[in-house]
């Protein structure tokens, strides 16, 4: 059985201190080389941080942007409420035809359940295809109420929309606004009074403002309705025209008829 040498004791010390006395010289090697990787990167930020306060300011300079609230400004003009007050009054006379109708559906439902055990075979089979009939039309003249109001809407609108585009327009070239966003469709949570531009296009507008781009419209539109579909697609240009199809009071949706079991 072989046993393993042991190192005199003097060498183990003498190799120990020589190996301590290594890992001492290398340790600070390495400590000296991290020291002037961390100066050179602190050396780096600060200077990236010096030509960041020396060009942001010109940076954040070049860009003004501004936010209007086209909703608002639809409902707060003197044209806006004329329009919604009409689209209101359609609404009401709509939703009154279709009430009625819901009405009629209801009381042939209410009559068919109580004579239904008396009635023959036929006879039953004939009443509940006159309902379900009554039905489908219901649903079909609810749809065409929807699509009724919602053109109404837009052929009310279009015009007031380009006006406030117009406006807009204006106010950025006199202000120098690199950018205006309609405040509902950009999503925009909060924004400084000051770069909210929304009274000062309520002002504007109901001041007069854009009415000869109206009356230009008009004259280009008066050749025909196709000419005046033309015209309200390519008033965009703002960043706002986008958000003209969902510009719609809330009060211009028919309630739909319940459905006949």
């Known amino acids: 059985m072989r046993r393993r ?15 301590h006395r290594g890992r001492t010289r290398r340790k600070s090697t390495v400590n000296k080389t991290l020291h002037v990787d961390s100066l050179r ?52 006379q709509r939703q009154q035809e279709l009430d009625k109708a819901q009405g009629e559906l209801k009381s042939l439902k209410e009559e ?10 036929s006879a039953r089979q004939e009443r509940l295809d006159q309902i379900q009939k009554q ?19 837009a052929e009310m609108t279009q015009e007031i929309i380009a006006r406030m585009e117009t406006i807009l327009r204006r106010v950025g070239q006199e202000e120098g606004y ?8 950009g999503g925009v949570i909060f924004v400084p009074g000051n770069l909210d ?41 703002t960043g706002t025209g986008g958000a003209r199809s969902s510009k719609r009071p809330p009060s211009t949706t028919a ?7």
């Open 41 to 92: 990167r602190h050396a780096i930020t600060l200077v990236a941080a010096l030509l960041l306060s020396m060009w942001a300011p010109r940076i954040y300079a070049q860009v003004h942007i501004a936010v209007v609230d086209l909703q608002r400004a639809l409902n707060e003009t003197e044209d806006g409420r004329r329009a919604k007050a009409r689209l209101k009054r359609l609404f009401k």
């Open 5 to 19: 040498v042991k190192s005199p004791r003097c060498l183990t010390r003498i190799g120990g201190a020589a190996t």
């Open 135 to 153: 039905f489908i039309e219901l649903q079909s003249t609810y749809q065409e109420s929807q699509r009724e109001l919602a053109e109404k809407e």
């Open 255 to 261: 309630h739909p008829p319940a459905t006949t079991h």
């Open 197 to 237: 531009l929304t009274d000062v296009v309520i002002q504007r507008y109901n001041a007069g403002e854009g009415r000869e781009a109206d009356s230009e419209g008009g004259s280009s539109s008066s050749s025909g309705s196709s000419g005046s579909s033309g015209s309200s697609g390519s008033s965009t240009g």
């Open 178 to 185: 690199t950018l205006i966003i309609e405040r509902n469709e």
């Open 112 to 121: 068919f359940d109580a004579q239904s055990d008396t009635l023959s075979d």
